[in-house]
């Protein structure tokens, strides 16, 4: 399972663990994710994708790729 989660309590805390702020935790994850997305890609594998508060981003990061995934955990639109 891999993906993004930008709820403002974990941001927090990721940043405050690294000695970073909360917008450097998010650019981290950003990076994480779209490194998890080329592996997956290079192996031709599906993602397991975990989504919180960061719909937007995960969507555009999967649609640019044209990476085939299963949404685990989302709290967006279906469309």
Request: aromatic share 4%; glycine share 6%; net charge negative.
């Amino acid at each position: 399972e891999v993906g993004l989660d930008f709820s403002r309590p974990l941001l927090r805390e990721q940043g405050l663990a690294r000695g970073t702020s909360e917008a450097e935790a998010r650019d981290s994850q950003l990076a994480c994710f779209e490194a998890h997305v080329a592996l997956a890609l290079e192996l031709g594998v599906p993602l397991n994708v975990h989504s919180r508060n960061a719909e937007r981003e995960t969507l555009q990061i999967l649609a640019r790729a044209q990476c085939p995934a299963v949404m685990h955990a989302y709290k967006g639109h279906p469309e």
